[in-house]
């Protein structure tokens, strides 16, 4: 018997935000390739460890405030976000981690479960290049215990993301 969470492929339970999400931008067929963990997934390595996969290939959705503003960035799973270059790369002043409080209010999801897209307020996405590497990427459905595949290319579309990068060096 393993300790691993085991996840089971859907229709699972989604955060109905992000099901509604997937409709309205036509990708209903998402709903049955939604995976759920039997216990929440958190972080991009227990996501992972869960799914089998490579740290990288997880689609991590990190909100961080430019000068107040909050900004999506969408990173790999095994990299971190060099601020310094979300900074420049937006012209701003000062770029921090957003809080929880802003985050959920910005998304309409918590930290561990917020999606790529589907979020309650319009932001501005940026996606790191290293995205790209992958023939498909896992990333949050809305919650920490759901998780959904897509190939990089048409997640980066849908979540009108700017390809950028803002990977810290040597992650």
């Not at 227990?46 to 990288?56: D, M």
């Not at 579309?157 to 060096?169: C, M, N, Q, S």
Request: one cysteine or more; proline letters at 7%.
């Amino acid at each position: 018997m393993t300790n691993d969470p085991q996840p089971t492929t859907g229709p699972a339970e989604a955060h109905p935000r992000f099901t509604e999400a997937l409709t309205t931008l036509g990708l209903t067929e998402l709903r049955t390739k939604i995976r759920r963990f039997p216990e929440a997934t958190r972080t991009a390595a227990e996501a992972a460890a869960a799914l089998g996969c490579e740290l990288s290939e997880i689609c991590k959705s990190l909100i961080f405030a430019a000068d107040g503003v909050p900004v999506l960035v969408l990173m790999d799973g095994a990299s971190r976000v060099d601020v310094e270059l979300v900074r420049r790369e937006l012209g701003a002043t000062k770029v921090t981690r957003a809080r929880a409080d802003v985050v959920r209010e910005t998304t309409g999801y918590a930290i561990g479960g917020v999606p790529p897209f589907g979020h309650r307020t319009r932001t501005r996405v940026l996606a790191d290049r290293s995205l790209l590497d992958h023939a498909t990427v896992w990333a949050a459905a809305g919650t920490p215990y759901t998780v959904f595949p897509m190939d990089p290319k048409s997640l980066i579309a849908h979540a009108g993301a700017t390809i950028v990068d803002v990977r810290e060096p040597n992650t």
